[in-house]
C-alpha cells in the first residue's frame, strides 16, 4: 500500500523560507504514470494547488506562487521536496503532499494517494 | 478561466440522494474528480475520470457531466456521507491544476 508522509518543520517565520519533504513507501516515486504534488489547506478554507513534480524533476507550479515555489525529487531516495520562499502569515496552512494520476481513460488530474497532512504556522 | 466554482452547502435526508455540482469552463474539455473530506482528515478521492471510483469506495458515489457543469451524486446518502466536496481538474489555458470551493454537505 502506498504511503506518503510529510516531514518539515511545523513553524516558520514570516519573509523566510517554508521547507517539506514528502517521502513515498509502498511505491516507486520513478513511474511515468504519475505527478506528484503539493496541495495545502489554510484553517477552515478550502485546498489550493501549490504545483507538481514529474520523476524526471519536470514540474508546474501555480501560477500565483510560481516566482516563490522550487520543487525538487530525490529518486534515490523515493522523495520529493517543496521551498516556499517569503511566507507571510496568510500562509499558515496544512500542507499535504500527493499523488497525482496522469491518465485515466483521457488526460487526468485526480490525486488518488495523499499524505496525512502537516501543519506548518507562519509567525514570529 | 482557472475557476471551479461550487455551492457552498447542500443537505440532504437521511437514504434519499444529493447531487453536487462543480462549474467551471475547462469542464468542457476535461475531467473533473471529487474529493471527499471530514473535519481533521486528508482529502479522499471517491470519483476520477468518466466515472471512476477507486477501491473501497461504495458504489452510491457517481459521477456525471455536461457541458460545463460536473456532478457528484451520491444515491442513498448514509450520515457517513457528511463531509466536506471538493471538486477538481486542470486549468483550460494551461497545465494546472485547480480546485473548487467546496461544499458542505450535511446528512439530516
Known amino acids: 500500500q502506498l504511503q506518503l508522509q510529510e516531514s518539515g518543520p511545523g513553524l516558520v517565520k514570516p519573509s523566510e523560507t517554508l521547507s517539506l519533504t514528502c517521502i513515498v513507501s509502498?511505491?516507486?516515486?520513478?513511474?511515468?504514470?504519475?505527478?506528484w504534488g503539493w496541495v495545502r489547506q489554510p484553517p477552515g478554507k478550502g485546498l489550493e494547488w501549490i504545483g507538481s513534480?514529474?520523476?524526471?524533476?519536470?514540474?508546474h507550479y501555480n501560477p500565483s506562487l510560481k516566482s516563490r515555489v522550487t520543487m525538487s525529487v530525490d529518486t534515490s531516495k523515493n522523495q520529493f521536496s517543496l521551498k516556499l520562499s517569503s511566507v507571510t502569515a496568510a500562509e499558515t496552512a496544512v500542507y499535504y503532499c500527493?499523488?497525482?494520476?496522469?491518465?485515466?481513460?483521457?488526460?487526468?488530474?485526480?490525486?488518488?494517494?495523499w499524505g496525512q497532512g502537516t501543519l506548518v504556522t507562519v509567525s514570529s | 478561466s482557472s475557476e471551479l466554482n461550487q455551492g457552498p452547502a447542500v443537505s440532504v435526508a437521511l437514504g434519499q440522494t444529493v447531487r453536487i455540482t462543480c462549474q467551471g469552463d475547462s469542464l468542457r474539455s476535461y475531467y473533473a474528480s471529487w474529493y471527499q473530506q471530514k473535519p481533521g482528515q486528508a482529502p479522499v478521492l471517491v470519483i476520477y475520470g468518466k466515472n471512476n471510483r477507486p477501491s473501497g469506495i461504495p458504489d452510491r458515489f457517481s459521477g456525471s457531466s455536461s457541458g460545463n457543469t460536473a456532478s457528484l451524486t451520491i444515491t442513498g446518502a448514509q450520515a457517513e456521507d457528511e463531509a466536506d466536496y471538493y471538486c477538481n481538474s486542470r486549468d483550460s489555458s494551461a497545465n494546472h491544476v485547480v480546485f473548487g470551493g467546496g461544499t458542505k454537505l450535511t446528512v439530516l
Open positions: 513534480i514529474f520523476y524526471s524533476g519536470s514540474t
Open positions: 500527493a499523488r497525482r494520476i496522469i491518465h485515466c481513460g483521457g488526460d487526468c488530474y485526480s490525486f488518488d494517494y
Open positions: 509502498g511505491g516507486s516515486i520513478s513511474s511515468s504514470s504519475y505527478y
